[in-house]
């Protein structure tokens, strides 16, 4: 549980001349469930699109797994990383979307199945056992013939999480993925979400509005407001007795 297993070191991230990373530093362990928290527009989504290689950054160096993401050194330096090892990098990460983004085309077994067959090159039944077991996790075993629009929001981002961990990733990221959903389906899949909490060996990285579960999961709370970390602790430490008067504001306005 010591490694780091995600590090942004001095990470800094612009659109035009607006900075929206401010030269960012953290540390995720290996195995570690930490939440990110914050107002809109502080970057939170930004952290975990770097992460999946969806955004390119202007300074600093994120690792993963111990090796930079989108650098390797060279004999002059510091060069662009090659597909080849973005593609390896990637691959040890796997991501929930606050929209779902299933494909509506493909039914929800082969939304799961899609991925492992065409990028890892797993064997169709072999995708297919491995789909079944997640739909199981999920919870969903009865919709694999279904397509997307079939299901309920809750439902569709079930299939979401079963999706992201046909990838066998060592690492789950989350983008507030109960926000678009009717109050009376998040529970579903925060329960999901909870049950994967207790696998030790999977690291998670989430973003969210839901401040009880958050602090139920959570390992750390990260507290973000405008592309710097405010403030971090265990949740007992930041929900109970936070130290800085932003993230007291924060916490007030999200009651
Ligand atoms: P959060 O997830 O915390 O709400 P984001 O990481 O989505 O915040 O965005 C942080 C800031 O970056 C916001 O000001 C947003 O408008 C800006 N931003 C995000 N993506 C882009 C983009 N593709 N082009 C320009 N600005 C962007
Ligand atoms: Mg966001």
Do not use: C
Request: aromatic share 6%.
């Amino acid at each position: 549980m010591n490694d780091p297993i995600i590090r942004f070191d001095n990470v800094v991230k612009r659109f035009g001349d607006h900075t929206v990373l401010d030269e960012l530093n953290f540390d995720i362990r290996k195995g570690e469930k930490v939440t990110i928290i914050g107002p809109s527009g502080s970057g939170k989504s930004t952290v975990l699109r770097i992460l999946m290689t969806l955004e390119g950054i202007e300074g600093g160096v994120v690792h993963v797994g111990g090796e930079p993401l989108w650098h390797e050194h060279g004999p002059v330096g510091l060069v662009p990383a090659s597909q080849a090892h973005l593609h390896r990098m990637r691959g040890q990460l796997g991501m929930v979307f606050q929209q779902f983004n299933l494909f509506p085309h493909m039914t929800v077994l082969r939304n799961i199945t899609e991925a492992p067959v065409k990028v890892l090159g797993l064997g169709k039944a072999e995708a297919r056992d491995r789909a079944e077991e997640l739909l199981e996790l999920v919870g969903l075993s009865d919709h694999a013939q279904k397509y997307p629009h079939q299901l309920s929001g809750g439902q569709q981002q079930r299939v979401g999480i079963a999706r992201a961990l046909a990838m066998r990733p060592n690492i789950l990221l989350f983008d507030e993925p109960t926000s678009a959903l009717d109050p009376e389906l998040v529970g579903e899949v925060l329960n999901v979400i909870g049950q994967l909490s207790e696998e030790h060996d999977l690291t998670m990285l989430l973003v969210t509005h839901e401040m009880r579960f958050a602090r139920e999961i959570s390992d750390r709370i990260l507290f973000f407001d405008q592309g710097r970390i405010v403030e971090e602790g265990s949740p007992a430490q930041l929900f109970t007795s936070p130290q800085r008067e932003r993230t007291r504001e924060f916490l007030g306005s999200e009651l």
